[in-house]
């Protein structure tokens, strides 16, 4: 099924519907939840997906596992997805938080053809063992580290969320503090006790995770300029020890070929 709403079809009696959507550059699907578990595929582009928790990015031919009935957004950046929608009881085993995963061949290419089945698909046959297939692989995917956590106390989420929106390496301890009323050891004890990282520590991670979308359209040399980083091959060395893999293997055609671009 493609460009299907999932309220159209949520009453079919399948464990697993499988819906390809194509989305507008910069579309936001707005907080909202789903009854049945969802296994969210980005074909092409970055997905940002926030939830009260934390903030998970997407990057290409990646996906993410979201916990059925958990409140969410999601932020298209040149995007098309092919999801499914899981019934929970046929998935015990899926994370209780939503989960960054690789999407590997075998996986990839099931996805594509599981959209492509009509609503009420058999169960018999190879449209049903396609389906039964697609839940084995999953469950064998290992978690990516594409995520922040958003602490839960509503003015320390209420700054985390701006930084992650404009990341600027000029904040400091000190800002945050002052803007929370409360002396800079305080803040940071408190920072840490929610979050369990440091303030300092948290938004390096932050502004490594925004370079991700950021690697579409700029080589790594530009992202890494435009986040604080005194040269690209700082920056891939924070990128590479952040994620297990250098920034290169998201940057744009231009980018790749830029110089020290830390392949």
């Given at each position: 099924m493609?460009?299907?709403?999932?309220?159209?079809v949520?009453h079919?009696?399948?464990?697993?519907?499988p819906?390809?959507t194509?989305?507008?550059?910069?579309?936001?699907?707005?907080w909202h939840?789903?009854?049945?578990?969802?296994?969210?595929?980005?074909?092409?582009?970055?997905?940002v997906?926030?939830?009260?928790?934390?903030?998970?990015?997407?990057?290409?031919?990646?996906?993410?596992?979201i916990?059925?009935?958990?409140?969410?957004?999601?932020?298209?950046?040149?995007?098309?997805?092919?999801?499914?929608?899981i019934?929970?009881?046929?998935?015990?085993?899926?994370?209780?938080t939503?989960?960054?995963?690789?999407?590997?061949?075998?996986?990839?290419?099931l996805?594509?053809?599981?959209?492509?089945?009509?609503?009420?698909?058999s169960?018999?046959?190879?449209?049903?063992?396609?389906?039964?297939?697609?839940?084995?692989?999953i469950?064998?995917?290992?978690?990516l580290?594409?995520?922040?956590?958003?602490?839960?106390?509503?003015?320390?989420?209420?700054?985390?969320r701006?930084?992650?929106?404009?990341?600027?390496?000029?904040?400091?301890?000190?800002?945050?503090?002052?803007?929370?009323?409360m002396?800079?050891?305080?803040?940071?004890?408190?920072?840490?006790?929610?979050?369990g990282?440091?303030?300092?520590?948290?938004?390096?991670?932050?502004?490594?995770?925004?370079?991700?979308?950021?690697?579409?359209?700029?080589?790594?040399?530009?992202?890494g300029g435009?986040l604080?980083?005194a040269?690209?091959?700082?920056?891939?060395?924070?990128?590479?020890?952040?994620?297990?893999?250098?920034p290169?293997?998201?940057?744009s055609?231009?980018?790749?070929?830029?110089?020290?671009?830390?392949?």
């Amino acid at each position: 099924m493609k460009n299907v709403p999932l309220a159209d079809v949520d009453h079919i009696d399948r464990a697993v519907l499988p819906i390809g959507t194509d989305y507008p550059p910069g579309h936001v699907l707005d907080w909202h939840a789903h009854r049945r578990a969802q296994f969210l595929y980005g074909a092409t582009g970055v997905m940002v997906v926030d939830t009260a928790d934390g903030t998970w990015t997407v990057p290409p031919e990646r996906a993410v596992l979201i916990p059925a009935a958990t409140r969410h957004r999601v932020r298209m950046l040149g995007v098309s997805t092919r999801s499914l929608y899981i019934e929970p009881d046929a998935v015990p085993w899926w994370p209780a938080t939503c989960t960054v995963v690789d999407v590997p061949p075998l996986l990839r290419e099931l996805l594509l053809a599981a959209v492509d089945f009509e609503v009420d698909y058999s169960l018999s046959g190879r449209e049903g063992c396609i389906a039964a297939l697609l839940l084995y692989e999953i469950a064998e995917r290992a978690p990516l580290p594409f995520h922040v956590g958003i602490p839960a106390a509503a003015d320390l989420a209420k700054l985390c969320r701006e930084y992650l929106a404009a990341p600027d390496v000029g904040v400091t301890n000190a800002v945050w503090a002052a803007r929370t009323a409360m002396s800079e050891r305080a803040f940071t004890r408190r920072f840490r006790s929610e979050t369990g990282d440091s303030p300092a520590v948290w938004r390096t991670r932050a502004r490594l995770l925004a370079a991700v979308p950021l690697l579409r359209t700029a080589s790594v040399s530009e992202v890494g300029g435009r986040l604080g980083y005194a040269s690209p091959a700082a920056f891939t060395a924070a990128f590479t020890r952040a994620f297990g893999m250098p920034p290169s293997r998201f940057a744009s055609s231009s980018g790749v070929h830029a110089g020290h671009d830390g392949r």
